[in-house]
């Protein structure tokens, strides 16, 4: 089944460490983003990338970093200058063609411990 | 103020109501607008998809965008339990801006049977 991958399903941070979501697809999609989604505020973009090796901003990327080495990954990780980290984040994908029509992966639970 | 306004609800109807989902927003340059729907710890699905003015309809799905007013809607026909879910109203100016979505806050909607 083609689809979007995330893991884990529920992660626990400590102070001061960096974590990593990982990001999945196999959609053949060349776009993924991350967005970050708080209990009554939707989901706001971190960062987004259209093309192997290239990736952008969102409008909340301090305290986030990504990476985009192959077409099919688009992992997230949470660094320690992150101060509110807990939330649900959701990777998603999109076809390269202006296209408006996100996919989502089922989202990872961060939690700080 | 957010560019995109949601009543967050929750909205609570028995079976077979018709429901109306609305969001109002402040940049007049968004020309592509989404609903998604999202149950419960999980991703986002697309659910409508409307460019630029118009009534979109789909099986017991409507969606209504009025640009002059900045008021988007979407309507539900013959409510089902399955309904229930958050409804995310979102956005986008279109052309290079791919998935960089601006969302609603969401609307919890539990339809009773």
Redesign the interface.
Same mark, same amino acid.
């Given at each position: 089944d083609g689809g979007?991958t995330?893991s884990p399903k529920y992660l626990f941070r400590k102070e001061g460490q960096n974590v990593t979501l990982s990001c999945e697809q196999n959609l053949n999609h060349d776009?993924m983003?991350w967005y970050r989604q708080d209990p009554?505020?939707? %989901?706001?973009?971190i960062y987004?990338s259209?093309i192997v090796n290239d990736f952008q901003k +969102?409008d909340i990327a301090e305290g986030y970093s990504v990476s985009r080495e192959k077409k099919e990954s688009f992992p997230l990780t949470v660094t320690s200058a992150q101060k509110n980290p807990t939330a649900?984040y %959701?990777c998603?994908s999109?076809m390269?063609d202006?296209?408006?029509?996100?996919?989502? +992966?089922?989202?990872t639970?961060l939690s700080v411990l | 103020q957010k560019e995109v306004e949601q009543d967050p609800g929750p909205l609570s109807v028995p079976e077979g109501a018709i429901v109306s989902l609305n969001c109002t927003y402040s940049n007049s340059a968004f020309q592509y607008f989404m609903w998604y729907r999202q149950y419960s710890r999980k991703g986002p699905e697309l659910l409508m998809y409307t460019y630029s003015s118009g009534n979109k309809e789909d099986g017991r799905f409507t969606a209504q965008v009025d640009k002059s007013s900045k008021y988007i809607s979407l309507f539900i026909r013959d409510s089902q339990p399955s309904d229930s879910a958050t409804y995310l109203c979102a956005m986008t100016v279109g052309g290079t801006s791919y998935g960089k979505l601006t969302f609603g806050q969401g609307t919890i909607l539990t339809v009773h049977p």
């Amino acid at each position: 089944d083609g689809g979007i991958t995330q893991s884990p399903k529920y992660l626990f941070r400590k102070e001061g460490q960096n974590v990593t979501l990982s990001c999945e697809q196999n959609l053949n999609h060349d776009a993924m983003y991350w967005y970050r989604q708080d209990p009554g505020q939707g %989901l706001r973009l971190i960062y987004y990338s259209q093309i192997v090796n290239d990736f952008q901003k +969102g409008d909340i990327a301090e305290g986030y970093s990504v990476s985009r080495e192959k077409k099919e990954s688009f992992p997230l990780t949470v660094t320690s200058a992150q101060k509110n980290p807990t939330a649900f984040y %959701l990777c998603a994908s999109s076809m390269q063609d202006g296209a408006k029509k996100l996919f989502f +992966g089922s989202g990872t639970q961060l939690s700080v411990l | 103020q957010k560019e995109v306004e949601q009543d967050p609800g929750p909205l609570s109807v028995p079976e077979g109501a018709i429901v109306s989902l609305n969001c109002t927003y402040s940049n007049s340059a968004f020309q592509y607008f989404m609903w998604y729907r999202q149950y419960s710890r999980k991703g986002p699905e697309l659910l409508m998809y409307t460019y630029s003015s118009g009534n979109k309809e789909d099986g017991r799905f409507t969606a209504q965008v009025d640009k002059s007013s900045k008021y988007i809607s979407l309507f539900i026909r013959d409510s089902q339990p399955s309904d229930s879910a958050t409804y995310l109203c979102a956005m986008t100016v279109g052309g290079t801006s791919y998935g960089k979505l601006t969302f609603g806050q969401g609307t919890i909607l539990t339809v009773h049977p």
